[in-house]
């Protein structure tokens, strides 16, 4: 009887272990694939060739396979999107936790959580009717698929999340801290700007660390107001992305053409991996500080 | 205990609700893959055919002819869809082409164009970057906006070798279907593009070409120069499934013609 | 207050950072309005019963979109169905069976890392794995599976939060009345963490719906009418690959605002779900 319940209960044991290690072999199963196959393009090409070319013309009768115009435009992209989300999201959130009135905090809240939710399709479709013709007919460009609509989408996208997160980490400053400002004779303005946010610094870090890893991850949105030509970035040319490189030519590609697309996706894992590593040594340093 | 036995009925009895939902299957499904220029062709003709046949279903990818070629030949569906004719080496591979019908690239721009007509080779030259502004061939003031297709495109690739243009053509925009050709040039002035002409609609314009109007009957006798064919792609030496071989059957015979016509292509039967 | 005490400089800048701040929040605040008023407009008078109950027909040129809301909810019954014990099985494993402090924080961190890669790389290696490797082809089932693997890291984190809240004495209580420890999981510790899977599944079923990059590739979108059997092994598009696909490749403006307006309003009742549950759980709780 004894030993009947004892196996029994190691059994049990066993099954939640392998439920508890099924994240680690899916990462592991993503990782290996990707450099399965990512790699063989690369080393076809030649890794310098491949990652420092400036010319993708994976189709033509002479292929060359260069992805410094992707990966200058994700960086472009994102930087942009993060210099413009950033200052506005940042702003947003002091006023939310610090001087909103609570019920248009409460308003406020929902409605930045209506906008965290909304699938990226969304906000796609509205650039696509409203930005595109918009910034051809405000700059005088020819065409309004460009780097820029898509910056302007990746920064309103990143906007909820940075909001979100920025404003829990203000609220989680001590009260103390703030009270003792003002008794020192600082007006509640420059109680918010010189000791709160400070204080709130690694939430907020965490936060904009956050918005990098989903602009640069987004493909959908991006995808439809951007241009989708293989250029060298520029504010107002039609442009690629690592992400919309791979999407837009999976299915139909062959051989070396495909590889070389998985190599892509291999290099944006990578720059993901850096950020999210960034991201855990932020966070980390939260709960230590 | 009680609990757990009416969540668990409850939740059999939303499954076989939703198990009810669809079309009855049972002679079997016919899948196809690949050009969205065909659309609205293949479309009709699985429609039409499910109509006269309850228990079979029909679906259709809409990926481009350079994915439907691949998927065909994967093994990923039944019959591929192409709109050009099957190159040498994909022929290699062991695929076999069937023309279904013919269609004509129509080139289309902004109805708010004043342009209404051009030259084959003042096509080639604005897609080459050689002329650049409207005003150069009777237009507005303005530099033209070249709309084109993804490199995989059937679209794209008939119509460069029937202009000339392979790997000369300087897109601004590279896009993933006709539909989206079509949107773009509706809401640019200043845009030119080249779509499946069964699929152009009233938001844009289709100008004739060295005076030929595109419509069904210039693209049966070949006055309209540029046309492409519409192609079943199947795999050489494997037998389609029964379902999927009836219904090539009936898409390639005649009844089906007048289908093939009233969505806007020139069937070849 | 001090104010008549306070520097020019000082002054300036409470100036300017409360002008910043004030601008900032109004900017957000009109344009989040903006896209919510767009959307709705554009979508809400394309909503007809014709559109919600019928299939797209190219013979008679009509648009309906419930079959891309059967496979949505196809897809979701599906996701959940196998994330649900996948998720909390981790979670009771790093509750209440981890000993080896290494083994907790790798498993923690590679399902931070699966939350954080993009969705398209996703959808590349679901086509990949589950598409080609395992042969499903293009079938809502591997898109099932591949939103499983996206969906695991949210309801092993909130089974978790919610799992810490089980007082250790209950099972404490339990423990020295005899029971083994599989027995005090099941009557003491799961239905004590039921709030955390249910927010859990609230919080997934937002994201399911929100997804299409990681679909495109591995369930296609095909828009025929199926029962949820043969559906989950067929293509299928759900409702937001759908608006994409309406949008950017067929340019039905129409349809897609009002699949737009339909997922706005489904975001909408997901996020009310999520708040009412957690008060309701914490009331209970608190009792």
Redesign the interface.
């Known amino acids: 009887m004894k030993g009947n319940k004892k196996t029994f209960e190691t059994a049990v044991h066993g099954v939640f272990l392998i439920l508890g290690l099924v994240t680690v072999c899916c990462v592991l199963l993503i990782t290996v694939y990707l450099i399965i196959s990512g790699i063989p393009a690369m080393h076809e090409i030649g890794l310098i060739e491949f990652l420092f070319g400036t010319t993708w013309a994976s189709t033509a009768a002479e292929p060359s396979y260069g992805i410094l115009p992707f990966i200058l435009t994700s960086v472009y992209g994102t930087a942009g999107a993060i210099v413009i989300g950033v200052p506005i999201g940042f702003m947003t959130a002091v006023y939310l936790a610090k001087v909103a009135p609570p019920k248009v905090k409460t308003l406020m809240e929902s409605a930045v959580s209506l906008l965290a939710g909304i699938p990226s399709v969304v906000y796609g479709l509205v650039g696509m009717l409203v930005l595109v013709p918009g910034i051809r007919k405000m700059f005088h460009v020819p065409d309004g698929a460009s780097l820029l609509a898509a910056i302007i989408v990746l920064a309103i996208m990143i906007l909820p999340s940075i909001i979100k997160v920025s404003v829990t980490a203000l609220e989680a400053v001590p009260k103390e801290y703030e009270d003792a400002s003002l008794a020192l004779g600082a007006t509640p303005v420059e109680t918010y700007f010189k000791v709160s946010v400070p204080a709130a610094k690694s939430g907020i870090a965490a936060a904009v660390v956050l918005g990098v890893g989903r602009a640069i991850g987004e493909a959908m949105a991006v995808m439809m107001v951007s241009g989708n030509a293989a250029n060298m970035p520029s504010l107002f040319q039609s442009v690629r992305f690592l992400t919309t490189a791979v999407a837009s030519e999976m299915s139909y590609s062959g051989g070396l053409q495909r590889e070389a697309l998985f190599s892509i996706a291999l290099v944006l894992f990578l720059f993901i991996m850096l950020i999210n590593a960034t991201l855990h040594f932020f966070l980390k340093r939260n709960k230590e500080g | 205990m009680k609990k757990i036995i009416s969540l668990l009925i409850i939740g059999v009895m939303a499954v076989a609700m939703l198990a009810g939902c669809g079309v009855k299957n049972s002679g079997g499904t016919v899948s196809t893959d690949g050009s969205t220029s065909m659309e609205k062709v293949i479309g009709a003709l699985g429609e039409s055919y499910m109509a006269e046949n309850k228990n079979v279903i029909f679906t259709y990818n809409p990926t481009g002819s350079g994915s439907g070629i691949k998927a065909v030949l994967e093994g990923r569906c039944d019959i591929g869809l192409s709109s050009r004719s099957l190159k040498d080496e994909e022929k290699a591979n062991g695929l076999k082409e069937t023309v279904l019908a013919y269609d004509g690239i129509a080139i289309i721009v902004n109805p708010a164009n004043p342009v209404s007509d051009l030259s084959l080779e003042q096509i080639a030259s604005i897609y080459t970057g050689d002329i650049t502004n409207w005003k150069d061939i009777g237009g507005n003031d303005a530099k033209i906006v070249l709309i084109g297709r993804e490199a995989g495109s059937g679209t794209r690739d008939g119509f460069e070798s029937i202009t000339g243009t392979e790997d000369a053509c300087k897109y601004r925009q590279e896009l993933t279907s006709t539909g989206d050709v079509i949107t773009t040039v509706s809401q640019n002035p200043d845009a030119i593009g080249y779509a499946s002409l069964a699929s152009v609609k009233d938001s844009v314009k289709a100008l004739s070409v060295g005076g030929v109007n595109p419509s069904e009957s210039t693209v049966k006798d070949g006055s309209y120069v540029i046309q492409r064919p519409f192609v079943l792609v199947t795999k050489e030496g494997t037998a389609l499934s029964e379902t999927a071989q009836k219904f090539f059957d009936y898409i390639t015979s005649a009844d089906a013609a007048g289908i093939i016509s009233a969505a806007g292509a020139v069937a070849a039967n | 207050?001090?104010?008549g005490k306070?520097s020019r400089k000082?002054r300036g800048?409470?100036g300017l950072?409360?002008a910043?701040?004030?601008?900032?929040?109004a900017?957000?605040?009109a344009?989040?309005?903006f896209?919510?008023a767009?959307?709705l407009v554009k979508g809400v008078p394309n909503i007809s019963w014709e559109l919600l109950s019928t299939s797209p027909?190219?013979?008679t040129e009509r648009i309906g979109i419930l079959p891309d809301i059967?496979n949505t909810?196809?897809i979701v019954i599906a996701t959940l169905l196998i994330v649900l014990?996948?998720g909390v099985?981790?979670a009771?494993?790093?509750t209440?069976?981890?000993k080896n402090k290494r083994?907790v924080a790798?498993?923690e961190?590679?399902?931070?890392?699966?939350s954080?890669?993009?969705?398209?790389?996703?959808g590349?290696?679901g086509?990949?794995?589950f598409?080609?490797f395992l042969g499903m082809?293009?079938s809502l089932l591997a898109g099932a599976l591949t939103l499983v693997?996206m969906n695991?890291?949210t309801i092993?984190r909130t089974t978790q939060e919610s799992l810490k809240t089980v007082p250790q004495s209950y099972r404490e209580g339990a423990f020295g009345l005899g029971a083994?420890?599989?027995r005090v999981i099941r009557t003491v510790v799961l239905p004590g963490c039921v709030d955390g899977i249910i927010t859990g599944c609230i919080l997934s079923v937002?994201r399911i719906?929100?997804?299409?990059?990681a679909l495109?590739?591995t369930a296609?979108?095909?828009h025929?009418?199926?029962?949820?059997?043969?559906?989950l092994t067929?293509?299928g598009a759900t409702l937001?690959v759908a608006?994409?696909?309406y949008?950017?490749?067929?340019?039905?403006?129409g349809a897609?605002?009002a699949i737009?307006a339909i997922?706005?309003g489904l975001?909408?009742v997901?996020?009310l779900a999520a708040a009412l549950t957690q008060r309701y759980f914490r009331r209970k709780k608190a009792l």
Do not use: D, H
Request: charged share 10%; hydrophobic share 55%.
């Open positions: 207050m001090l104010n306070l000082r800048y409470i950072m409360r910043l701040m004030y601008a900032f929040a900017l957000t605040c344009l989040v309005l896209l919510i767009y959307v027909s190219y013979l059967l909810v196809y014990p996948l099985g981790a009771i494993y790093l209440e069976y981890a083994v790798v498993i961190y590679a399902a931070e890392t699966l954080g890669i993009p969705s398209i790389i996703y590349l290696v086509m990949l794995f598409c080609q082809q293009t693997i695991l890291p092993m083994g420890k599989w937002g719906l929100g997804e299409s990059a495109l590739f296609g979108f095909a025929a009418l199926n029962g949820i059997f043969e559906g067929s293509a937001t608006l994409y696909v949008a950017k490749e067929q340019g039905e403006f897609a605002f737009a997922l706005m975001t909408l997901i996020n």
